[in-house]
């Protein structure tokens, strides 16, 4: 069983930044696959970044070049740094977690364990 708990969000304006932190519990995080999504209201859950347990990344049309995943192993956390914020990266952003593997995890069906997400608000 692994819990997720994101921080970081909050309120910034268009083209500031913010790094959100998912802190996960137990002995086994490097094992893991992690990611980030976003749910703006009215829209279905989006994929932002991923990165496996050997600490590759992939991103969403959305994140690429502003964006960028990382994770410490030791510290159990997988980070989000967001950078050049617009008004379309509002939304709530989810970590998820699934144990490692050798194929790509870009869709949410594909996680097992789900945080309870933190509000990104962008305001012009």
């Known amino acids: 069983q692994v819990q997720l708990v994101e921080s970081g969000g909050g309120l910034v304006q268009a083209g500031g930044s913010l790094r959100l932190s998912c802190a996960a519990s137990?002995?086994?995080?490097?094992?893991?696959?992690m990611s980030w999504f976003r749910q703006a209201p009215g829209k279905a859950r989006e994929f932002v970044a991923a990165i496996s347990s050997s600490g590759s990344s992939w991103y969403g049309d959305p994140a690429k070049g502003r964006f960028t995943i990382t994770r410490d192993n030791t510290g159990n956390t997988v980070y989000l740094q967001m950078r050049s914020l617009d008004l379309e990266d509002t939304a709530v952003y989810y970590c998820?977690?699934?144990?490692?593997?050798?194929?790509?995890?870009?869709?949410?069906?594909?996680?097992?364990?789900w945080g309870q997400g933190t509000q990104v608000t962008v305001s012009s």
């Open positions: 998820a977690a699934a144990q490692g593997s050798d194929y790509i995890k870009l869709y949410d069906y594909m996680y097992d364990y």
């Open positions: 137990g002995r086994t995080f490097s094992s893991y696959d």
